[in-house]
């Protein structure tokens, strides 16, 4: 009998000393989602979490690593209020190895990764420095990267050291996807005598011919199917506004962002629609983004299929404001681009603008490789 | 019905007005411009004078920015923020009314931040509570629902459910709460449209789509007509009033700016809107249906326009300072306007009333206080906090909230309290 409970009185002490698993409450939070259902049985299930300890910070991390933007916010308030509470005292033994490595794997969701680094710089105060330069190719902390390898080449520029400079700013180039990281690191490559093509880098499409204005009495462009909507011929003459007759014609755009101002090529107007067409040649077949802005507003076509339009008025170009996935083919392929210019806004104050900026990249902001074909009068076909 | 309707509408307002979790005798703020969304307040012994350090009982630094308007109910003062570089990094903070301590401090993930005004960042829109719950909506399309403890009971992020706001300042509008709702004014330049979430579980309790309306930054506003209440909100060269159960447009006024700022403003049977600059002030009596632009504006005058601050109405006086600084005042009734002055510097926030006061406060930092209570310009002080604002002011429970582009200021009448800084 005094055996039996032994027995019992271990197994029962053995069942108070299991360790808590946060797999149950992790996946209850997990699915919550829209409409805000599931919200009830996430806040019980946080509120268990963040009893815990530290213990609990891999797993939650780990359940953190999602594209569900509800689940994330309440994994957060879990892992808020445990670090509040364990920063505190000062036994509290940290994961700090797995947080390093958390940080680190840019495979996962960016949010929890700065999360993860903002708790090392208390706990590992020297990390951050020695790490962050490294990041160049992690998407989520590249800006930061190509920051300081900006800083450092200006600071080599400082001690006349150009050939330091030079590889500082030529590593922050390469990496850099953001427009103004990529013009400043060109920018300052050029002022050492480095070469750096910041449109071949974006993917900017600047070369193009160019036609138009074709009357559109307020804002009825964007639905108005035009000529060479039909069919580029490049030979072709049209009615343009006012009864002109207008035709291609050829424009390298010089901008340093490959903005088009279609009012200097065109002529200034209101209530008009300006047609770009290109062509370009890949090697091969690529997966590919469109990405587009225009004023006061655009659609494309690729290789005669409409992949991009929207019927919005006095927006502004603004650097990849609308971003579209494509399928490039191997070998040439024609883009038609459509912009819009609307009535000119009641308040003249407000500037006429007719823009297009265009460019053809990776997933990642990196532009594509590729080379105009526009060497001569070649467009055929819609 | 009709007795019915009205009294859901007054019981709103009156919870909204006289309830406290400490039983004050003193109006709470608890929400975008007060407790009628309209910069006034019942509440009284508010300062009229203060400067940097004069009348500062407390001053508490915020993370990140925001333009969002201070809440305060009962012992609390409640604040939203955000920060980071997409401005994706998001706060809401509790203080502590009298000594300005943080009670609690939340921090959230934006869903879809967008590109922003660099002195308000995500954080535009003000929260708003019943004295239960706190709701905050940010210009990352997320709502967030906290209890006043702080504890989080449910969220939406409507910019994955229903798309990224296209939005160059961030989505600014501040909601509003109806009975058993929380409504949402989403107009951008993708698809807008107004939501209504159950309060409770934050599920749709309906959504309107706006398919015609662009990019706007008022907030919507309620307003009692007849046998019914209407849901007003102001963009795209238009005013739109809905039923505020449904969801259905009832009728529209034409002739607004593009683009709308100010969050309109009742009184006297009407409802009072303004949009620029360069544009219109009108008065309109609610109701009717269809376009009633020839038949339910009242008066329009066309001078003296804001594009950001929304004006105020004062019993027969309806003022305003425009974002140069040129202040107005008009009759109410008439639109005649009655005098125009030069207030001085840019103005962002909207002007704040208590104790027959006007509180005008610039981006300097500077608060004009004119007396409300005569017809002619009368200038009662010039408080200079030394700080740049662009926050409209919360009073509360004698006290007058300031959030400065970096710290939440409480300025009182100094009595048993003590200077209190975290700097």
């Given at each position: ?35 805000g259902?599931?919200s009830a049985t996430a806040k019980l299930a946080r509120d268990?979490?963040a ?22 916010n309440w994994?957060?308030t879990v892992?808020e209020e ?301 | ?14 919870s909204?007005?006289?309830s406290s979790a400490d ?5 709470n703020?608890p929400g ?39 809440v305060v109910w009962g012992d609390k003062v409640l604040v939203t ?10 706060h809401v903070i509790a203080f502590d ?5 943080e009670r609690w401090h939340q921090r959230l ?18 929260p708003v509570t019943d004295g239960k719950r706190l709701f905050a909506f ?5 709502v967030f629902c906290f209890d006043l403890d702080g504890g989080l009971l449910w969220q939406r ?20 709460l109806?009975?058993d709702?929380l ?14 979430l159950d309060q409770q579980t934050g ?221």
């Amino acid at each position: 009998m005094k055996c039996f409970v032994a027995c019992l009185m271990l197994v029962g002490f053995a069942w108070l000393d299991a360790p808590y698993d946060p797999a149950p409450h992790l996946t209850a939070i997990a699915k919550s989602g829209p409409q805000g259902e599931g919200s009830a049985t996430a806040k019980l299930a946080r509120d268990e979490l963040a009893k815990q300890g530290v213990d609990i910070l891999p797993p939650l991390l780990v359940a953190m690593d999602t594209s569900n933007a509800v689940a994330a916010n309440w994994y957060r308030t879990v892992y808020e209020e445990i670090v509040a509470r364990e920063l505190k005292r000062a036994e509290t033994k940290w994961p700090i190895e797995f947080f390093k490595e958390y940080a680190s794997d840019a495979k996962r969701v960016g949010k929890p990764r700065r999360l993860v680094l903002t708790l090392l710089d208390k706990l590992d105060p020297a990390f951050r420095d020695q790490w962050l330069p490294t990041r160049l190719d992690d998407a989520e902390f590249r800006y930061e990267a190509v920051g300081l390898a900006l800083a450092a080449g200006d600071q080599a520029v400082k001690n006349k050291d150009d050939a330091t400079a030079k590889a500082e700013f030529r590593k922050a180039f390469e990496a850099a996807r953001d427009s103004t990281q990529v013009t400043q690191a060109a920018a300052k490559l050029k002022s050492l005598g480095e070469a750096a093509d910041a449109v071949s880098h974006l993917g900017l499409v600047v070369d193009w011919w160019l036609v138009g204005p074709f009357d559109a009495p307020q804002k009825t462009g964007f639905a108005t199917v035009f000529e060479p909507e039909s069919k580029v011929d490049l030979e072709a003459k049209y009615r343009g506004q006012g009864g002109a007759e207008i035709a291609w014609k050829r424009h390298r755009e010089a901008d340093t962002l490959g903005q088009l101002d279609l009012n200097k090529q065109l002529g200034a107007t209101r209530e008009a629609v300006g047609y770009a067409y290109t062509e370009i040649e890949v090697p091969r077949e690529q997966a590919a983004q469109v990405r587009c802005g225009a004023d006061d507003n655009c659609s494309v076509w690729l290789n005669g299929q409409k992949v991009f339009g929207r019927d919005q008025w006095l927006n502004g170009t603004r650097f990849d404001r609308f971003i579209t996935p494509i399928q490039l083919k191997a070998g040439r392929n024609t883009l038609l681009v459509k912009i819009c210019q609307g009535p000119q806004h009641k308040d003249p104050e407000v500037p006429n603008n007719w823009s297009l900026q265009l460019r053809l990249c990776d997933a990642d902001g990196r532009g594509i490789v590729f080379q105009s074909r526009l060497t001569e009068k070649t467009g055929s076909e819609k | 019905m009709k007795h019915h309707i009205l009294r859901s509408f007054s019981l709103v307002f009156v919870s909204v007005l006289f309830s406290s979790a400490d039983n004050c005798s003193a109006e709470n703020w608890p929400g975008w411009r007060g407790p009628n969304r309209n910069g006034v307040t019942t509440d009284t012994g508010v300062p009229t004078t203060w400067s940097a350090s004069e009348n500062v009982l407390w001053k508490m630094p915020l993370p990140g920015i925001g333009t969002s308007n201070p809440v305060v109910w009962g012992d609390k003062v409640l604040v939203t923020a955000s920060e980071g570089r997409d401005q994706g990094e998001l706060h809401v903070i509790a203080f502590d009314r009298d000594t300005g301590r943080e009670r609690w401090h939340q921090r959230l993930w934006g869903t879809a931040p967008t590109l922003f005004y660099g002195r308000s960042g995500m954080a535009s829109p003000s929260p708003v509570t019943d004295g239960k719950r706190l709701f905050a909506f940010f210009g990352t399309g997320d709502v967030f629902c906290f209890d006043l403890d702080g504890g989080l009971l449910w969220q939406r992020a409507i910019a994955e459910e229903y798309g990224p706001f296209e939005n160059r300042f961030a989505a600014a509008s501040s909601p509003l709460l109806f009975e058993d709702k929380l409504i949402v004014q989403c107009d951008h330049y993708g698809a807008s449209y107004v939501i209504a979430l159950d309060q409770q579980t934050g599920a749709n309790r309906w959504k309107s789509d706006r398919p015609e309306v662009w990019l706007s930054w008022s907030s919507p506003q309620l307003v009692p007509s007849g046998d019914r209440v209407e849901l007003v909100l102001s963009g795209s060269e238009k005013l739109d009033g809905y039923d505020p159960r449904t969801g259905s447009r009832l009728w529209t006024v034409r002739g607004l700016a593009r683009e709308c700022v100010p969050t309109p403003v009742i009184g006297h049977g009407m409802l009072f809107v303004v949009s620029g600059p360069n544009g219109t002030h009108f008065a309109i009596k609610p109701g009717g249906s269809g376009d009633i632009t020839d038949s339910h504006v009242v008066w329009k005058n066309d001078k003296g326009t804001s594009f950001v601050p929304s004006a105020i109405l004062a019993g027969e006086r309806y003022y305003l300072a425009d974002d140069k600084g040129i202040g107005s005042c008009m009759d109410a009734r008439t639109g005649k306007l009655i005098w125009k002055k030069r207030f001085g510097d840019k103005f962002t926030a909207s002007p704040v009333s208590a104790d027959g006061k006007l509180f005008f406060t610039n981006e300097s930092g500077s608060t004009l206080v004119l007396d409300a209570t005569q017809a002619s310009y009368e200038e009662v002080a010039r408080n200079d906090i030394g700080e740049e604002v662009y926050a409209s002011p919360a009073i509360s429970q004698g006290k007058f909230f300031l959030r400065t582009a970096t710290n939440l200021v409480c300025i009182g009448k100094k009595e048993r309290n003590a200077v209190q800084s975290a700097e």
